[in-house]
């Protein structure tokens, strides 16, 4: 089976302190995207993969399904990796709810967002396929109604250890105002403006601490006539809200001639299949 795997931006990002576990309780609105990796998925005897992880999560999420049943998964890459846009998360998500399809298991969202929690942080919201609501350490998610935005993504290239930028956070005050609450309502009431004012992301400002290069980017995108420009997850990928798919295409193309690696796409609504 050939399946699409997007990948995420998140629009608002709120980090508190750490729990029990050490994971640090977050609340974000997560937006899935176009730009997707293909997948191809086989039965087999074993648990195969291209990708050349040693830790594949591909191999991760088909294992938390069923550790008896092999999987033979190849990867077309087109996430760029270590980006903050999900990437190996988005894989995993799409190996869970293509096999629950190719096997026939029925398992609702929910179960599979379930498993997918073991897999890493990010896979419960990718699971949902639909802007959400990410709570926890993301392994609560709450579908969120929500409009398409025109994005443009630029990665800076440089790789950001999420566990280094977490650690360089100050933790948000619980009773602090919530810019996600803010952004849930920005959404359900559809206002472009609304939205722009409201991304917010408290990691951006340590991954800037430790890689200028992503403030560099913030500037060139600035400079190119992106009039809000957020850092997605943990870095180091930064996106562009556009207000047309013809001023993301343009500004693209500007921030490639610049010499960025960079993207039009747009975030996809509900019920996505
Ligand atoms: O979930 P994932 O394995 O991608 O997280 C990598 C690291 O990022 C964790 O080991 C932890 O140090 C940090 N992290 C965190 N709180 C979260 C998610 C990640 O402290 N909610």
């Not at 919201?125 to 998610?141: A, D, F, H, I």
């Amino acid at each position: 089976m050939t399946v699409s795997a997007p990948a995420k931006v998140n629009f608002t990002l709120d980090v508190f302190a750490p729990r029990g576990d050490g994971y640090h309780a977050l609340r974000s609105v997560v937006m899935p995207i176009a730009l997707a990796d293909e997948l191809e998925i086989e039965e087999s005897d074993d648990f195969i993969t291209d990708t050349g992880y040693g830790d594949d999560l591909c191999l991760k999420a088909a294992r938390a399904l069923d550790s008896e049943r092999g999987v033979c998964v190849r990867v077309k890459k087109r996430i760029p990796v270590g980006g903050g846009l999900g990437g190996g998360s988005a894989d995993a998500a799409a190996v869970l709810l293509a096999l629950n399809e190719m096997r026939g298991l029925g398992l609702p969202r929910e179960r599979l967002a379930e498993l997918g929690a073991q897999v890493g942080s990010d896979v419960p919201s990718l699971v949902m396929r639909s802007p959400v609501l990410m709570e926890g350490r993301g392994e609560k998610t709450t579908k969120l109604e929500a409009p398409c935005f025109e994005l443009v993504l630029v990665n800076p290239g440089v790789n950001c250890s999420t566990r280094e930028v977490y650690a360089a956070c100050a933790n948000r005050s619980p009773d602090s105002a919530s810019p996600t609450d803010a952004m849930v309502a920005a959404l359900a009431k559809g206002d472009f403006d609304a939205v722009a004012a409201a991304l917010s992301n408290d990691l951006e400002a340590p991954a800037m601490r430790l890689h200028p290069e992503i403030a560099a980017v913030k500037s060139a995108l600035c400079e190119a006539g992106a009039e809000r420009v957020l850092m997605s997850g943990s870095g180091s990928s930064v996106f562009a809200l556009a207000r047309s798919r013809e001023a993301a295409r343009e500004l693209a193309g500007e921030m490639s001639a610049r010499g960025f690696s960079s993207w039009a796409t747009h975030t996809l609504g509900n019920n996505m299949v």
